[in-house]
């Protein structure tokens, strides 16, 4: 079975300091990887994703991830935080082996505050 | 990117009555619909996904004749709440997937409140 695992329910950092927010996976393949973020009574906003190719992956709003096949890790980084980056973030994983139009499985998300 | 809609954004009902969300792909088409519910501060709780032209499949513990799908189009998935109750209050987010594509692109959501 498929399932996301982002350990800390929320994650404090001073504006100017590098932040990162952690997931790890399980799936019985090969993972497509994505990052959400969602500001108050919105929807998704995507991230950011890993399909394959470079394990270090860039995405929206200078934030990055980096795959980690050994660890089944895909952390999400961002060198300077800001504290716009204030928000709920979900990491979520597909098993490349499944079928298109399969859902996304989805983490419990975490929230980032960022003071200043 | 591909573009999702969802209407309304907001709505408030009084218990007992029928609401209806739709969700829309503006520039794409929709093969595969999901429908995701999620409570204050918490994950997106996968409801159903739905396929265009055939019955939608619901996640274990889903009434489905509460939370009626329909796919009739491409671009199009309606999901209607019946005889809303209280407890149904939520933030209801669709995504929408074309042919072979590994990618969902989520509507803005509705926020559901029943009186």
């Known amino acids: 079975a498929q399932s996301v695992a982002q350990p800390e329910d929320q994650v404090n950092v001073a504006e100017g300091n590098p932040l990162t927010v952690k997931c790890t996976y399980s799936?019985?393949?090969?993972?497509?990887l994505f990052w959400y973020v969602q500001y108050p009574n919105r929807g998704l906003q995507f991230l950011l994703k890993y399909i394959t190719g470079d394990n270090l992956v860039k995405g929206s709003y200078g934030f990055e991830a980096e795959f980690n096949k050994s660890q089944t890790s895909f952390h999400l980084k961002k060198p300077s935080a800001l504290v716009s980056d204030s928000a709920l973030y979900f990491c979520?994983?597909?098993?490349?082996?499944?079928?298109?139009?399969?859902?996304?499985?989805f983490g419990k998300g975490t929230t980032l505050s960022v003071s200043s | 990117g591909a573009v999702v809609s969802q209407h309304p954004s907001r709505v408030i009902c009084k218990s007992g009555t029928s609401v209806k969300i739709e969700c829309r792909s503006l520039?794409?088409?929709?093969?595969?619909m999901f429908w995701y519910r999620q409570f204050p501060k918490q994950s997106l709780m996968l409801m159903a996904t739905?396929?265009?032209?055939?019955?939608?499949?619901?996640e274990q513990g889903v009434e489905k004749d509460k939370f009626l799908i329909n796919h009739a189009s491409l671009t199009l998935s309606t999901l209607t709440v019946t005889s809303a109750h209280p407890e149904d209050s939520s933030f209801y987010i669709c995504?929408?997937?074309?042919?072979?594509?590994?990618?969902?692109?989520f509507g803005p959501g509705t926020r559901l409140t029943v009186t």
């Open positions: 799936v019985s393949g090969n993972p497509y």
């Open positions: 995504s929408a997937s074309g042919d072979a594509s590994y990618e969902q692109y």
């Open positions: 979520a994983v597909r098993d490349r082996a499944n079928q298109a139009g399969t859902a996304l499985i």
């Open positions: 520039d794409f088409q929709a093969t595969t």
């Open positions: 739905s396929n265009e032209g055939s019955k939608a499949t619901y």
